[in-house]
């Protein structure tokens, strides 16, 4: 698997039943605290590599530092709290690379394992199938208050603790149930990876609003106005494969939200459907059914209907 899909990491066959899996994201700092960025990074890296149901091994660092104008005990920071959560996740740091930028940036290019057999992708969701959520949505309008110092302390706790969360309780949980169906929910939003997902695998999708889990605060601040400017692309290009019905501006921003370190969004057969919310829970990981995937009622209909 590589650039022709749409799916979360490349892939690339080692024997007939392993793999590797290799993926690379870095971004702008997204919090307050150094050393929770580096946290969010590091999750977020991994999480590509688990929503392929793969195991990260190893991990190259990419840096861009303004040392002229921020100490490098700050990246020292940064640097400290990623290595926290790759300790958690057995990933090691084999190396990486910095340079001067006028504005930081931090990230993580990561590599893993997958069998073949147990491989997670994105076009390989079956109608009927039913919609698994495993993280709360909303941490795009909560950063935008964040960095405007508009954020309660409470709500901004809320989703730094969700985004510093592995998704490895997930993805292990779902490859246990034989999930097969699977993308992590970032950059384009639940909307867009939904999207993704259905393209890939010819279906639609009825998603239930009521059902999408939210992070404290985040309807408040939809509310407020506090969106990023990725959470209105991602709006307006949802608006081309999305019937919304009545739903509300306010849940129709947090669905397109342009998350940080979101959840897996799995796609299961409903005769498994228990097994794997027997096996989220027993692990602690949040979750919520959210939807059905659908055969397309006509040529030309929307991927996605809410309701």
């Not at 506090?226 to 709006?235: D, E, F, H, K």
Request: glycine share 12%.
């Amino acid at each position: 698997m590589g650039i022709d899909g749409a799916d979360d990491a490349g892939v690339y066959r080692i024997t007939d039943d392993l793999a590797l899996v290799q993926t690379v994201d870095f971004f702008t700092p997204i919090v307050d605290d150094a050393r929770d960025w580096g946290r969010i990074s590091a999750a977020n890296a991994l999480s590509d590599v688990y929503a392929m149901g793969g195991t990260p091994l190893t991990t190259l660092q990419i840096i861009g530092w303004p040392r002229d104008r921020l100490p490098l005990d700050l990246l020292g920071d940064v640097i400290d709290g990623a290595l926290e959560i790759l300790a958690k996740a057995n990933c090691t740091v084999v190396g990486g690379h910095s340079i001067d930028d006028p504005e930081p940036k931090y990230g993580l290019a990561v590599t893993g394992l997958v069998r073949t057999d147990e491989l997670m992708t994105n076009a390989a969701a079956l109608e009927g199938d039913r919609l698994v959520l495993t993280k709360p949505i909303g941490t795009g309008v909560i950063s935008t208050a964040i960095k405007a110092g508009t954020c309660p302390a409470d709500v901004s706790s809320a989703a730094i603790a969700s985004m510093v969360e592995l998704n490895a309780a997930a993805s292990l949980a779902a490859g246990q149930t034989g999930v097969r169906a699977a993308t992590d929910v970032t950059g384009f939003g639940l909307l867009g990876h939904l999207a993704e997902m259905m393209r890939a695998s010819g279906l639609n999708a009825e998603l239930e609003a009521d059902a999408v889990p939210l992070l404290p605060g985040a309807m408040m601040l939809a509310e407020a106005g506090s969106v990023p400017g990725g959470t209105l692309r991602n709006l307006r290009a949802a608006t081309g494969f999305t019937e919304f019905g009545p739903l509300a501006p306010p849940m129709r921003t947090l669905l397109a939200d342009a998350q940080t370190s979101g959840g897996l969004l799995l796609s299961v057969p409903e005769t498994q459907l228990d097994r794997l919310v027997a096996g989220l829970t027993e692990s602690g990981q949040h979750h919520a059914v959210i939807g059905t995937v659908r055969e397309p009622v006509r040529e030309g209909s929307a991927l996605l209907t809410i309701r």
